[in-house]
Each structure stands twice: as structure tokens, then as C-alpha cells.
């Protein structure tokens, strides 16, 4: 039973454009919501998160939505760099239980010149 | 500043030996989780520990796989015996208790002939 599904495994966008990766969750009691990148041969780092009284969250070139009506999340790159070729891991959690946050499998961006 | 810090890198041994992986995490952070990563599965939670005691561990596969946090600085997770589907990226991360942000070490790359 997944609760965190990133359907599209693999995404590849134009070095400059947007990227836009999604993410669906069937738990409607998750209140906040975070990303994760990884790098090959490295752990996942924390990117950005987002609480569900909030429906946007932006840092830099990164923005997150979130649409609890339709238990669905989005990150936006803008504009897309080299850098960010990575492995994108959704994950979402409640508040009411510190702590433990499930992960969805993943999303790999790759960025082309 | 070091982050958290797991051992071996990687491991190959043979089915039926018993693994040890190790993993330090930050100091000062409060809580500690193992994380299994596969292509079939994605990123999934084993087990966590607040303040050295485990607080869940239903994300543990079977009895084979045992976890201890004597202290505040140190962790392992055993596997006795191991399999070839025991073949994984194990990750270690802790938090400060803070509920969004986990700190992912560089993971331990387990293969089992």
C-alpha cells in the first residue's frame, strides 16, 4: 500500500526550462510534505517542505504546490541547471507523528544541454 | 562539521553471513532511522529510534534483522543471516527531533551472493 506515489520515474527537461515533478498521496491526514534529492553514491538531502496550511512554498528556484483536495504535490525548478540532475524523492508525514515520514520511490531528472 | 556518518560503504558477503552496518549520526540530533533503498521499493523506513529508544520498528522485514542504539552516538543494524534479497542501499539519518528535516548519511551498499 503505497501512501506516497511518484508515478513518473524518469524525467528529462531542457537545461533553462522548467521542471515540474509530481507527486499523489492517498493519506488525507498528512499535514506537511517535504522533498529530497540524492545524488549518486550519496544520501538524500532535505530541499523543501511544505506544511498543508500553506498551498505554495518557495525557495529560490524551487517552489512547491501543494492541492490537498486532490492529495497532490508538485515541485518546480526554474529555470532547470545541470546541477539538478539528481534522483527527487517525495515524502510526506503528520505532525501528530514526529518523525516518521514515508517516502515515495522517486523521480530522475536529468537535464540536457 | 561532520555529518552523519555510516560504515562500510559497501559490503559483499556471502548468503548466510552475518552483516553488521554501522552509522553515527549528528551530534546533538535526538533521533535516528535506517532506511533501506530498492529499485522495487524505493526509500523505506526499517526503523527509528528517539533519544536511543525504538520507537517503531514495523518497517523491519522479518526476524533476521535486529537494530540497537546503545548510546546517543552510535547505531547498528544486523542482519543474521543474510540473503541475495537482503541486497540493498542502506541509509542512516538523524534529526534534531525537528519534524521536517532529516540528515541522510551516504549509505552502505550491501550486495549478498
Known amino acids: 500500500d503505497q501512501q506516497v506515489k511518484q508515478n513518473s520515474p524518469s524525467l528529462s527537461v531542457q537545461e533553462g526550462r522548467i521542471s515540474i515533478l509530481n507527486c499523489d498521496y492517498t493519506?488525507?491526514?498528512?499535514?506537511?510534505f517535504l522533498w529530497y534529492k540524492k545524488y549518486p553514491a550519496e544520501g538524500p538531502t532535505f530541499l523543501i517542505s511544505?506544511?498543508?496550511?500553506?498551498d505554495k512554498n518557495e525557495d529560490g528556484r524551487f517552489t512547491v504546490f501543494l492541492n490537498k483536495s486532490a492529495k497532490h504535490l508538485s515541485l518546480h525548478i526554474v529555470p532547470s541547471q545541470p546541477g539538478d540532475s539528481a534522483v527527487y524523492f517525495c515524502?510526506?508525514?503528520?505532525?501528530?507523528?514526529?518523525?516518521?515520514?514515508?517516502f515515495g520511490s522517486g523521480t530522475r531528472l536529468s537535464i540536457r544541454p | 562539521d561532520a555529518g552523519v556518518i555510516q560504515s562500510p560503504r559497501h559490503e559483499v558477503t556471502e548468503m548466510g553471513q552475518e552483516v553488521t552496518l554501522r552509522c553515527k549520526p549528528i551530534?546533538?540530533?535526538?533521533?535516528l532511522f535506517w532506511y533501506r533503498q530498492t529499485m522495487m521499493r524505493g526509500l523505506e523506513l526499517l526503523i527509528y529510534?528517539?533519544?536511543?529508544?525504538?520507537?517503531?520498528d514495523s518497517g523491519m522485514p522479518e526476524d533476521r534483522f535486529s537494530a540497537k542504539m546503545p548510546n546517543a552516538s552510535f547505531s547498528t543494524l544486523k542482519i543474521q543471516p543474510s540473503e541475495p534479497r537482503d541486497s540493498a542501499v542502506y541509509f542512516c539519518?538523524?534529526?534534531?527531533?525537528?519534524?521536517?528535516?532529516?540528515?541522510f548519511g551516504p549509505g552502505t551498499r550491501l550486495l549478498v551472493l
Open positions: 539519518a538523524s534529526s534534531s527531533g525537528e519534524v521536517e528535516t532529516q540528515y
Open positions: 493519506n488525507s491526514m498528512f499535514d506537511y
Open positions: 511544505i506544511s498543508s496550511i500553506k
Open positions: 515524502a510526506a508525514g503528520r505532525y501528530s507523528s514526529a518523525s516518521k515520514i514515508i
Open positions: 551530534s546533538g540530533h535526538n533521533s
Open positions: 529510534f528517539n533519544n536511543n529508544v525504538p520507537i517503531d
